[in-house]
């Protein structure tokens, strides 16, 4: 199936019974059998089957049925946010004493967990995505994972997946991925070596802002070493499964990370309209990017899909035909920045991705107010930056509206 059919078809529709044509909601925190011997085979992992919906619940399942097929792995877990996802996703595999490589380049939200870990004896060593040299110096024989985006935001580079895999692999390490802002519709990081993908999907996949929620992917090919990973021994039996069997049968259901019902409905209708938001929000993008760029010399504009991208040859070879949704412009001076996004009419003002609408933000004073100088730098963070997420408006209304914010540069 192809990416678009997939969206509609692939996985698996639990509406055996009546015919509807979604997956219904299945509002329910627990679910009854016929017997205890039942009841106890489904606690037991001897037969499938719901019980409690902190565990599954048949609607999440049909959402990450979908994103499973999406991300080419073998099974995921839906989580009550990208944040939950991501947690979890380190959690399921790390102790005390353990360390992750991450990329500089991050969410700040994913810094803030890391500072978090910290205080479980879990450190991370910052390095540069693509710096591949400086990479493996720093593996050392604490590390447990190798962490990057497929796309920084808001500093838009790329990680070169392929490389980065197949450095990990060589290191016995997991390369965990974060394609919350490039989504399945631009790449796919298993098909390029990666072993778990996690999902913010708050964002694209969700579309339209209702419902806060993530998922987390895996690959099934990572061979978990019994002596590195020790908590993973005992899942071995499970084959491609172990990671997945160990978190939702420890962490994810110890820390009550579950989605609920009702948002993973919400999702799967989100996911319906992924492949043409994506592709209408990249054009708008590419447009928008384009129409500053050639139109007003005393703005810089940093965009995948401009050859003046550092990473725009990265991003041709890995993505698919596209260069994401989101572009960032620098102004001048962070009163220019405050005046610009303020004569916006149509752009929300706000911190979020993934709209169906235009949003913008000067992450400087809101995002990323809490990053150090070299945090900021790192990141990509300048004080005259506007963050744009392009949405699926008829571009021309942007530009028009954009083109009346510019008149308060001059
Ligand atoms: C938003 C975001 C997250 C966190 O997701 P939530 O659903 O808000 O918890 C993680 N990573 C990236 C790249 C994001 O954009």
């Known amino acids: 199936m192809k990416f ?30 016929a017997s205890a011997g039942e009841l106890a085979k489904i606690f037991d992992n001897k037969a499938r089957g719901f019980s409690y919906t902190r565990v599954g619940n048949p609607t999440v399942e049909a959402f990450e ?9 073998v099974a995921s877990i839906a989580c009550a946010s990208g944040m939950a ?45 693509n710096d591949f040299e400086e990479i493996e110096n720093a593996i050392n024989d604490r590390t447990r994972a190798i962490f990057a985006e497929t796309i920084g935001n ?59 929620s993530g998922v987390l992917t895996d690959s099934g090919r990572f061979k978990w070493d019994p002596e590195r990973y020790p908590q993973l021994a005992p899942y071995k039996k499970f084959g491609p499964y172990a990671y997945t069997a160990k978190l939702r049968n420890g962490f994810f259901r110890n820390t009550g990370a579950c989605l609920a019902p009702q948002n993973a409905f919400l999702n799967m209708l989100g996911l319906e309209t992924l492949g043409l938001r ?3 929000q990249c054009e708008n993008a590419m447009a928008l990017a384009t129409w500053i760029d050639e139109n007003y010399p005393g ?29 960032t412009i620098r102004v001048g001076s962070r009163e220019a920045a405050f005046r610009v996004i303020d004569e ?60 009346n914010a510019f008149l308060s540069l001059e």
């Not at 509406?15 to 509807?20: L, P, Q």
């Not at 994103?67 to 792995?73: A, P, R, S, V």
């Not at 947690?87 to 969410?107: H, K, M, P, Q, V």
């Not at 940093?302 to 991003?315: R, T």
């Open 4 to 33: 678009n059919t997939a969206l509609l078809h692939a996985g698996v529709n639990k509406d055996e019974t009546n015919g509807a044509t979604h997956t219904p909601i299945y509002q329910s925190s627990a679910f009854h059998h």
């Open 65 to 73: 049925a979908r994103i499973t097929k999406l991300e080419g792995g």
């Open 85 to 129: 996802a991501l947690t979890n996703a380190f959690l399921n595999i790390l102790r005390a004493g353990d360390e992750i490589l991450s990329s500089a380049s991050l969410y700040g939200g994913s810094i803030d967990l890391f500072r978090d870990f910290e205080a479980f004896g879990i450190t991370t060593r910052y390095v540069h995505g």
């Open 154 to 212: 808001p500093k838009l580079d790329v990680t070169d997946i392929k490389a980065l895999a197949e450095l990990a692999h060589r290191h016995g390490l997991p390369l965990i991925i974060d394609n919350t802002v490039a989504t399945a519709f631009l790449v796919r990081p298993i098909e390029l070596g990666a072993d778990i993908v996690v999902n913010s999907s708050s964002k694209y996949i969700n579309g339209s802002s209702n419902a806060i």
């Open 278 to 280: 994506m592709q209408r």
């Open 299 to 327: 703005i810089d504009v940093n965009y995948l899909g401009l050859a003046s991208s550092p990473w725009h040859e990265l991003a041709v070879r890995q993505l698919d035909n596209y260069f994401g949704a989101i572009l």
């Open 344 to 403: 916006l009419k149509l752009p929300y003002k706000l911190s979020n991705i993934g709209d169906t609408k235009t949003l913008v933000i000067h992450p400087a004073s809101t995002i990323a107010l809490h990053n150090t100088p070299e945090e900021l730098e790192e990141a990509g963070v300048f004080d005259d930056l506007i963050r744009i997420s392009v949405g699926i408006e008829d571009i021309e209304d942007i530009i028009e509206d954009f083109k």
